[in-house]
């Protein structure tokens, strides 16, 4: 088949980069449109010198007609705008990948109260698919709209998948410790992420309420058939990327063996690892790659269990796994393209 031909909106934040980044190198794809009101007229290599020799292309207005002539659009978007774009390229055959939040929460009320804007977008929302592959992965081959998961629910999920579906746990009690660099807010300016702010520091924030939070319950409860109870605190710790979910649930029974139940879960899941007893995952080992470690430990003398699971919030939790879900759309292989090591250093 020939390349799928791809155009990225909003390619000037990290989210966008990476995009370019990771497909620069898929044997299947290439990238052939980029935009942004804010740049139009610069070359992408000028904005992210690490680029330079690998792409040429020149940032667009939103609406060029080159992005007509893409198989498959990214919305690397502020929310809202994917709501109201997506539409049109849909109706010429185009299929849509939102790395934004408009599509992940099937309640209009509810994306309301958590983004402040009004959904318009009926038609859409009922048929987009939620993009976590190793849950939805059959729905998602055959869909038009993909609604690319947030970086906490993702990891969240995929930490507490097997425990789910088998029964294993009280879903009234769950507990979502999580860490995240300072990428996952984003490349505009903020004060609060300068580095004097963040930089030797740890905090908590979200606490009275984080918008992945919505989405985060949502996606449980429709895996487990009932509504779950949830704490969820996020933090942001001084590294640029990765993410660690820390998860505290209650076994329903103490003795039951949980390691096998995950290794069986997730023996065919190419990119999740499950890692061996005793061992502790680190976000160091899965920084650049689309891949997800996983660890399992019982509490002393408790029936408190504690998983543990690390991914790079930019492309497991972003980019990359848009790019597994291209890849799905259009009968590929998942795993082309993202087959990059962690970095470690």
Known sequence: MNKIKAGIIGGTGYTGVELLRLLHNHPKAEVIAISSRSEVGQRADRMFPSLVGHCDLVFSLPDAAILDECDVIFFATPHGVAMEGAGAFIEKGIKVIDLGADFRLNDKAEYQQWYELEHTQDDLLSSAIYGLCEINREQIKNATLVANPGCYPTVIQ???????????????SIIADCKSGVSGAGRGANQANLLCEVSESFKSYGVGGHRHYPEIKQELALLAGESVGLTFVPHLVPMIRGMQATLYVDLLDANTEVQSVFAKTYK????????????????????????CQIAVQKAPDSNKLIVIAVIDNLVKGASGQAIQNMNLMFGLDERLGLEQIGLTL
């Open 158 to 172: 995929l930490a507490l998948k097997p425990l789910i579906d088998n029964k294993l746990i009280d879903l009234s």
């Open 268 to 291: 065919n899941e190419h990119f999740i690892t499950v890692l061996d007893v005793g061992v502790t995952p680190e976000t160091r080992s899965v920084k650049g790659s689309n891949f």
